[in-house]
């Protein structure tokens, strides 16, 4: 089953403008994080910002912001004032702790953001 | 430079044949994670060491072995290579097993012909 969901395989929005990029998870570890990582067309997967099952606050970093939702189980990235250079592809990831595959990351298939003049 | 460091950084080989990708990982960290992204199948794990010894598996084929040396550089080997190995796999390394701090190479683009 697959246990992270993005919905959105694209996406446009306009430079400046705001854009939220969705994902939603399963799991039924209480222990979990969730990561979000940029790959741009070069190919290399940049790290975004992360949230701990057990934070309380939304994680924030710089234009970069987790809107989580734990009894959702969402945990969307929110992109302010977007620029060129954010078009890329971004994946959702999810650790959780206890399963076969250890600590390893868990990715979604992505969604492609691109920003618009 | 995010510190792990991937070798070679393009490779192009037959069907059929064997490759060795190689994974240098950031300075004190000494979990290596092996990852495979393709078209189809997406960013899927494939295995993880931790100071050496192998840790947890994914979703790793009998014909893909890696090994994590006593410096901490790990090989990923790829055997009787398919067409549908063509891929870009990474490597990202964290302090422990446990930690949540990923660190990715920049990845080894394998195109099988």
């Known amino acids: 089953a697959q246990k992270i969901t993005q919905t959105q395989p694209g996406m446009f929005v306009q430079e400046k403008e705001a854009v939220t990029l969705d994902c939603t998870y399963d799991t039924s570890d209480p222990s979990y994080g969730l990561f979000w990582y940029k790959q741009p067309s070069s190919g290399e997967m940049i790290f975004l910002i992360y949230q701990g099952s057990y934070d309380q606050q939304n994680a924030t970093e710089g234009r970069y912001s987790l809107n989580f939702q734990k009894a959702r189980k969402s945990a969307n990235l929110v992109i302010s004032a977007s620029q060129l250079g954010d078009s890329a592809m971004y994946f959702c990831a999810m650790r959780e702790g206890g399963s076969n595959s250890g600590y390893a990351l868990n990715f979604g298939k992505g969604t492609s953001l691109l920003v618009t003049p | 430079d995010s510190g792990v460091t991937q070798t070679p950084k393009h490779l192009i080989t037959a069907t059929g044949q064997r490759v060795t990708l190689r994974c240098s990982p950031r300075?004190?960290?000494?979990?290596v994670y092996w990852y495979q992204q393709s078209l189809d199948q997406g960013l899927q794990f494939l295995i993880q060491y931790y100071n050496g010894e192998e840790r947890a598996k994914g979703n790793i084929l009998e014909r893909f072995s890696a090994q994590q040396f006593p410096d901490l550089h790990s090989e990923l080997n790829l055997s009787s290579l398919e067409l549908g190995d063509s891929a870009l796999y990474f490597c990202?390394?964290?302090?422990?097993?446990?930690?949540?701090?990923?660190?990715f190479g920049s990845g080894t683009r394998l195109t099988v012909v």
């Open positions: 990202a390394s964290s302090v422990g097993d446990r930690s949540y701090g990923y660190t």
């Open positions: 300075s004190g960290d000494l979990s």
